[in-house]
């Protein structure tokens, strides 16, 4: 459904786009250092072209028995979970694409049954905010509950139906975080 229709059903289950104009600026320049970095050999190896999408996601997600985790930083009496992370769909072999958690269900689109939506980069975002939650020692519905906090996404295109879904679990999962998605398209450089 394009970019338009994609902010419009987001809107509609409650997502909004990111107030802080600054954020965009701080996405597109992660994606550009993450491409910048990459060598001449890794674009040979390549088997196919087509666009890359990217999640860019920024994070600050409190709960009072967070344990202080490598990206964590204490926040008076609370402790947060703070940080910001980018995917890139596909499988790039590390990791999982799913989640260790695995709190997040990808939904398998009827037009496009046979594309595994694991690998899309906003279903590997949050799967890994779930991941970094539970690695800090908040695990269980009832302690996901208090989970209180942000998380803002930008991605480099429209989000499909399963992202979207994803999105929305997320928040089931942790009804106190408030959450920010920008759809945009890529600058091309």
Not at 52 to 58: G, I, K, L
Not at 108 to 125: G, H, K, N, W, Y
Not at 170 to 177: A, I, K, M, N, Y
Request: proline fraction near 3%; aromatic fraction near 8%; include cysteine.
């Amino acid at each position: 459904f394009g970019l338009r229709g994609t902010a419009r059903l987001l809107s509609n289950v409650g997502i909004a786009p990111p107030r802080e104009a600054a954020f965009e600026g701080r996405a597109r320049a992660r994606i550009e250092a993450e491409e910048a970095a990459r060598s001449e050999d890794w674009r040979k190896q390549r088997f196919f072209f087509k666009e890359r999408v990217y999640c860019f996601a920024e994070f600050g997600l409190q709960h009072p028995s967070l344990a202080a985790a490598a990206s964590g930083v204490c926040s008076g009496t609370r402790q947060q979970l703070k940080g910001s992370l980018l995917k890139e769909n596909s499988f790039l072999g590390e990791g999982t694409r799913a989640g260790r958690t695995g709190l997040l269900r990808a939904l398998s689109l009827p037009i496009s049954e046979l594309v595994d939506r694991t690998l899309c980069a906003e279903f590997q975002a949050l799967s890994e905010l779930c991941d970094l939650v539970d690695s800090a020692g908040v695990v269980g519905k009832t302690s996901r509950r208090f989970v209180t906090g942000h998380v803002a996404l930008w991605t480099t295109g429209a989000s499909c139906l399963s992202c979207v879904r994803c999105m929305r679990q997320f928040l089931l999962l942790f009804p106190g975080v408030e959450m920010e998605v920008l759809c945009a398209a890529r600058r091309n450089s």
